[in-house]
C-alpha cells in the first residue's frame, strides 16, 4: 500500500472480528514500534503483546469490568484478538543521557522540557497503528485508566508507565464511526503557521 494510502486510511477502528491476526503480521507490528525514533536513541519504551481470547480476556477483566464493557458504544472491541499495551521507561532516559556523549550526570528532571520518554512511546504506538492499516487490518489507541491494576495483573514493575493499549484485529463491516468524527478536521488555516504565528 502506498504511505499515503496508509495516512489517508488510518482510523480508529472499535469493531473487530474474532479471527486471529497471523504471527508474522503480529511480529511486523512489533517490530515496526520498535523503528520509532527516540532521544538520543534511549528506546525507553516496552510493549506488552496479549494475544488470543484468553490473553486479552484478562485485560479486559481487569481494567473493563463488565459494568463499563456495557455503557460502553462499541462491544465488538473486546473482540480484538491482539493488545498490545505500549510502555514507556523514564529511568532508560535519564541513564543514557548520563552518558558521555551527553553528559548530564545529575539526571535532573528539568533538563527534560516534556516526558520524551512517553512522546516517543507514542510515536512507536502512531507506527503501530500505521502498521495495522498497511496490512489491512484495523485499530484503535485508548488509554489504561488504572495503572496499578494493570502492574499487578501482568506483573509490571512499577517503572514502566502505561501510556496506552492499542487493540488490533480484522474490521467488523460497517464499523459505527464515533460521532466525534462528525466534528471533521480542523481547517489547515487554525492549526498551520509558517514562519510564525
Not at 533538563?111 to 498497511?134: F, Q
Request: hydrophobic share 40%; net charge neutral.
Amino acid at each position: 500500500m502506498e504511505f499515503q494510502d496508509v495516512v489517508r486510511k488510518r482510523k480508529m477502528v472499535r469493531s473487530f472480528e474474532e479471527r486471529p491476526v497471523p504471527r508474522h503480521v503480529v511480529d511486523r507490528i512489533l517490530a515496526n514500534a520498535q523503528r520509532a525514533p527516540s532521544a538520543g536513541f534511549s528506546q525507553g519504551w516496552a510493549f506488552l503483546a496479549l494475544e488470543g481470547p484468553e490473553q486479552t480476556a484478562r485485560y479486559w477483566d481487569a481494567l473493563w469490568p463488565p459494568e463499563r464493557r456495557e455503557a460502553f458504544g462499541w462491544p465488538d472491541m473486546f473482540k480484538a484478538p491482539l493488545l498490545v499495551v505500549c510502555l514507556s521507561h523514564k529511568r532508560w532516559y535519564q541513564l543514557r543521557y548520563a552518558e558521555p556523549d551527553k553528559g548530564w550526570t545529575d539526571m535532573d528532571d528539568k533538563r527534560w522540557p516534556v516526558p520524551y520518554w512517553d512522546i516517543d512511546t507514542g510515536m512507536a504506538a502512531m507506527l503501530m497503528l500505521m502498521t495495522a492499516v498497511d496490512a489491512g487490518l484495523g485499530a484503535v489507541f485508548f488509554g489504561v485508566n488504572d495503572q496499578s491494576k494493570f502492574r499487578d495483573t501482568f506483573g509490571v514493575p512499577d517503572e514502566f508507565s502505561a501510556i496506552g493499549t492499542v487493540a488490533i484485529g480484522y474490521p467488523k463491516p460497517n464499523d459505527r464511526p464515533s460521532p466525534s468524527l462528525q466534528r471533521g478536521h480542523r481547517p489547515a488555516e487554525e492549526v498551520l503557521h509558517r514562519g510564525g504565528w
